[in-house]
């Protein structure tokens, strides 16, 4: 059984910094893409970052690139997103989700994370 659990959500000012966890259990991530996404209240889910287990290519939404850094530690099976420069409108919740490369799909979710950001 796979699973996904987050960590690292909280209530943070703006201009401030945050990291959240992705740890991931029951299998590898070999040949997945693990994304981070977010939903704010009254909005859709949109995918923030995304990563290739294998090779680490990273893709970013425009809203958060170059504040934003998704990376991936192999021998923690782990995945992070790193927030920089955070804004109050990047209040919403994170979850991360898995899917297999060449599959639109995302097949495996977490259960999420709250991220507050005051102004």
């Known amino acids: 059984q796979v699973q996904l659990v987050e960590s690292g959500g909280g209530l943070v000012q703006a201009g401030g910094s945050l990291r959240l966890s992705c740890a991931a259990s029951?299998?590898?991530?070999?040949?997945?893409?693990v994304g981070w996404f977010r939903q704010a209240p009254g909005k859709e889910r949109v995918l923030v970052a995304a990563?290739?287990?294998?090779?680490?290519?990273?893709n970013y939404a425009d809203s958060v690139k170059d504040r934003f850094t998704i990376s991936r530690d192999r021998a923690k099976n782990t995945v992070y997103l790193q927030m920089n420069s955070l804004k109050p409108e990047d209040t919403a919740i994170y979850s991360c989700?898995?899917?297999?490369?060449?599959?639109?799909?995302?097949?495996?979710w977490g259960q999420g994370t709250q991220v507050t950001v005051s102004s």
């Open positions: 989700a898995a899917r297999v490369l060449g599959i639109s799909t995302y097949s495996y």
């Open positions: 029951g299998r590898t991530f070999d040949s997945y893409v």
């Open positions: 990563i290739r287990w294998n090779g680490g290519i990273t």
